[in-house]
């Protein structure tokens, strides 16, 4: 895969995608169809199946009710994310992907009122950091999370 160039970046990210999920409406800032494939990066495209989770806890908010959640490999969308903390004690959606974790802050700020942003935290996890693990360990108090969420999460090696 070609590595994408300051400027194309700056014409592939522009696609804001609406997003309706039972009683939440998201404007979500994403890569573009046509450059989907051209960068190494998965995490700045919305996946079916990260919708069709959107839509399972949109429906069922008992899954995360009272709960801590992680969403791995949450990338830019942070949908699942954002439904969660309607209900969740606490929600970390992270990713490994630096453009992917821009997209995502400007996602959630943009959706999320003051009262959810506060129980969301973005973090950074590359799969094998100890220092990004332990970061998000922390947030947990150490004792783990009740609700792991994961949607074609996938690992470049």
Sequence with gaps: MAACNLSKQQQMFGLHMMGNY???N???NLLSEEFQHTCKSTGS???ESARLMASVLASNQTIVS???VLEQGSGCGGICSMIAT???HLVVPKDGDDKALELLHENVTTNL???SLSKLHVKKLFWGNKEHLESVKK???NKGFDVIIGTD???NI
């Design 26 to 28: 998201f404007k979500i």
């Design 153 to 155: 999460v996938t690992r």
């Design 22 to 24: 039972k009683d939440w």
């Design 86 to 88: 309607k209900t969740a």
């Design 139 to 141: 947030l947990s108090g």
């Design 113 to 115: 009122q003051e009262s």
């Design 45 to 47: 495209m919305l996946w």
């Design 66 to 68: 009272g709960k801590k």
